[in-house]
């Protein structure tokens, strides 16, 4: 299931009218889904606003799609970002998971940083490249379609957040990589 499925030139504008919050909220509630995350909710409004920023490029075709929080199929996992599309030759996806961390630092525990959550609380989370990743290898070992289709995905972090010295620790690509990524379509 996709919440949110829109070009990025629509996309673009729900973030720019600040409509992008209640856009998510209203398909939600049309899905049957009563949604009260507020910590949630905001976090779309600080986030996906940054999104709309990379893929408001001249170099990002307008056309291509965006999906917003997908459910993956038999699991309670929702993927936070996806652009999509197809290029000369094959139809290619770039998952984005999605983080606010405004620092982060070594855990102790492997595929995980230590971080400073919204609620004050400092603990272990998976590093958010590993968790696109495990999104992308899921949609590449049980979705037919992306199987029938070679379907190519790459997947990546974006944590908009973050100054230079955490990104640097976090191996997070820049909004210039993001560009070149999502041209690929």
């Known amino acids: ?13 729900d973030c720019n009218q600040h409509n992008i919050r209640n856009e998510i909220v209203n398909s939600l509630k049309e899905h049957g889904i009563n949604h009260n995350n507020d910590s949630e ?41 996806m652009v999509y599309g197809k290029n000369n030759k094959h139809s290619c996806l770039m998952i984005f998971e999605l983080k606010q961390w405004s620092n982060v630092f070594e855990s102790t525990k492997d595929n995980c940083v230590f971080v400073n959550t919204h609620l004050g609380i400092t603990e272990d989370h998976l590093h958010p490249c590993v968790q696109a ?19 190519d995905i790459k997947s990546a972090s974006y944590c908009h957040n973050l100054d230079e010295g955490y990104r640097t620790f976090m191996s ?5 990589s993001y560009i070149e990524l999502c041209c690929s379509f």
Not at 133 to 151: A, I, P, T, W
């Open 1 to 13: 299931m996709i919440i949110y499925n829109k070009s990025v030139a629509s996309f673009i504008e």
């Open 41 to 81: 909710q905001k976090s779309w409004e600080s986030s996906l606003p940054e999104m709309a920023k990379v893929l408001d490029s001249k170099q990002i075709n307008k056309d291509i799609d965006v999906a917003i929080e997908y459910k993956l199929h038999e699991s309670k996992s929702r993927i936070d970002f």
């Open 133 to 151: 990743f495990f999104y992308k290898s899921r949609l590449d070992g049980m979705n037919k379609y992306v199987q029938e289709n070679h379907v």
């Open 172 to 176: 997070n690509i820049s909004k210039r």
